[in-house]
């Protein structure tokens, strides 16, 4: 009955592989997110969709792309990884977040190698 | 822009005192402001939010913050800390007319408990 789930929890892989994230809720919110949490504990912003809309996109690398199929999923694809990839990407979901915040998954580690 | 300047990346209190953890914020329109806390290894889990309802609000696990446009605060507290208190604290601001129900956040303070 998990709200906010993200696979996998953990991901170590080599520099110049392409890997994915993927997120779901059960919750019925409308918007999800990828944040990125570096080293510092620092969250950024990277992508917002609303109903399956990309309304966010921060200043990411292009190797980066997030795909929602429908409402209840956003996953992140990174092309060519590489080392400043390592971080906990935390996917989110909302209804109204201006009013209630946001629901997060517990993070995906990504170690690049 | 909004931000929020969450002042001392680390507090260290012992078991059973006050927990303060400030946060300061800039906004051109009053604010909406959320504390967050994370866990080691976990997400983000929301402990209180101001939506310009009552300054005064109350979370879970015995915090509340305090909402002061004057000094463009929003500072958490607990009466008394407890082991289980020990973790990362997160300040976020959003604002009205935020596209996509972006939510900016603080730098953390890291919460200490000493026994």
């Not at chain 1, 956003?74 to 971080?87: F, K, P, R, T, V």
């Not at chain 2, 300047?5 to 400030?22: F, I, N, Y």
Request: charged share 15%; glycine share 6%.
């Amino acid at each position: 009955d998990t709200a906010v789930s993200q696979t996998p929890k953990y991901l170590v892989t080599q520099m110049g592989n392409d890997k994915s994230i993927k997120c779901e809720q059960n919750l019925g919110h409308d918007t999800m997110y990828w944040y990125k949490q570096d080293s510092k504990k620092f969250l950024k912003i990277m992508f917002s969709y609303n109903n399956k809309e990309l309304i966010i996109n921060e200043t990411v690398p292009n190797r980066f792309s997030p795909k929602s199929p429908d409402k209840a999923h956003l996953n992140l694809h990174i092309n060519s990884l590489e080392l400043g990839d390592s971080a906990v990407y935390f996917c989110a979901s909302s209804f109204r977040a201006n009013l209630y915040g946001y629901t997060f998954g517990s993070g995906t580690r990504l170690t690049v190698v | 822009a909004q931000s929020v300047t969450q002042l001392g990346s680390h507090v260290s209190v012992s078991e059973g005192a006050l927990v303060l953890l400030r946060c300061n914020y800039s906004s051109s329109v009053p604010p909406y402001l959320f504390w967050y806390v994370q866990y080691p290894n976990q997400g983000l889990q929301l402990l209180l939010k101001y939506t310009s309802a009552a300054t005064l609000v109350k979370g879970i696990n015995g915090f509340e913050a305090e909402f002061k446009k004057s000094e463009t605060s929003f500072h958490l507290t607990k009466p008394s800390a407890h082991m289980s208190d020990a973790a990362e604290y997160f300040c976020a601001v959003s604002d009205h007319h935020n596209q996509g129900g972006k939510l900016i956040f603080g730098q953390g303070t890291e919460l200490s408990v000493k026994p």
